[in-house]
């Protein structure tokens, strides 16, 4: 299994111009997750999935949209990037345990993006 | 208003010693306290959790201590060893449609000195 995939590991974009994080997993989770890390910060949550087709609003979540058409891919659009994006950029996923455990969230290594 | 704190950026222990990172809260209605780590280039990778009912759980050579009423959990990991050396999270759980929504500290770099 490969895991949480991200693509691509690097960006750079100018300001106003528009992009797609892509995400998969090959674990058959229901649960898929964007983050976003600003650095010396806590990941936060910009949107999650919990299945395919529908999706949910994070902490986060101005400026970018999301959508889930199959259980293996959520990518992240980025429409009219902003200097305020510039982070990296963390996909993870996870499925339902049992009760009396917790999920674990599977990471991909992240997408560095920076806009200038 | 930051739910989860950690409020050391850093930390440095000697190779054999026991390394203790903080975390404190303001929820109450956590269900999970969770430790991710973390080494340069990739992403979090998930340590240890404890639910919100008990005081402790362990794991090998890493424990996690819950204090409700003071809203604070530690991490212990005893003894150190240099392949701990990484950034540290610290998390909490809630559940809503049935997806686990973390809600992060800023993490802690802890770096193990032979």
């Known amino acids: 299994n490969a895991g949480v995939t991200q693509t691509p590991k690097f960006r750079i974009l100018k300001i106003g111009q528009s992009m797609t994080l892509q995400c998969a997993q090959d674990?058959?989770?229901?649960?898929m997750y964007w983050y976003r890390q600003d650095p010396g910060m806590g990941l936060k949550l910009i949107y999650y999935?919990?299945?395919?087709?529908?999706?949910d609003k994070g902490e986060v979540p101005n400026g970018y949209n999301v959508s889930r058409s199959t259980t293996e891919d959520f990518p992240l659009r980025l429409e009219l990037a902003a200097p305020s994006q510039t982070s990296v950029y963390f996909c993870?996923?996870?499925?339902?345990?049992?009760?009396?455990?917790?999920?674990?969230?599977?990471f991909g290594p992240g997408t560095r993006l920076t806009v200038l | 208003d930051q739910q989860v704190k950690q409020n050391s950026p850093s930390l440095s222990v000697q190779e054999g010693r026991i390394s203790i990172l903080n975390c404190d809260y303001t929820?109450?209605?956590?269900?999970?306290f969770l430790w991710y780590k973390k080494y340069p280039a990739e992403g979090p990778t998930f340590l240890i959790s404890?639910?919100?009912?008990?005081d402790k759980n362990e794991d090998g050579r890493f424990t996690v201590f819950l204090n409700k009423s003071a809203k604070h959990l530690s991490l212990h990991i005893v003894p150190s060893q240099p392949g701990d050396s990484a950034v540290y999270f610290c998390?909490?759980?809630?559940?809503?449609?049935?997806?686990?929504?973390?809600?992060f500290g800023q993490g802690t770099r802890l770096t193990i000195n032979p």
């Open positions: 993870a996923s996870s499925y339902r345990r049992t009760s009396g455990l917790t999920d674990t969230q599977y």
């Open positions: 674990m058959n989770h229901n649960y």
């Open positions: 999935s919990v299945g395919a087709g529908i999706t």
């Open positions: 929820n109450s209605m956590f269900d999970y």
């Open positions: 404890i639910s919100s009912i008990k």
């Open positions: 998390a909490a759980s809630t559940i809503i449609q049935g997806a686990q929504k973390l809600v």
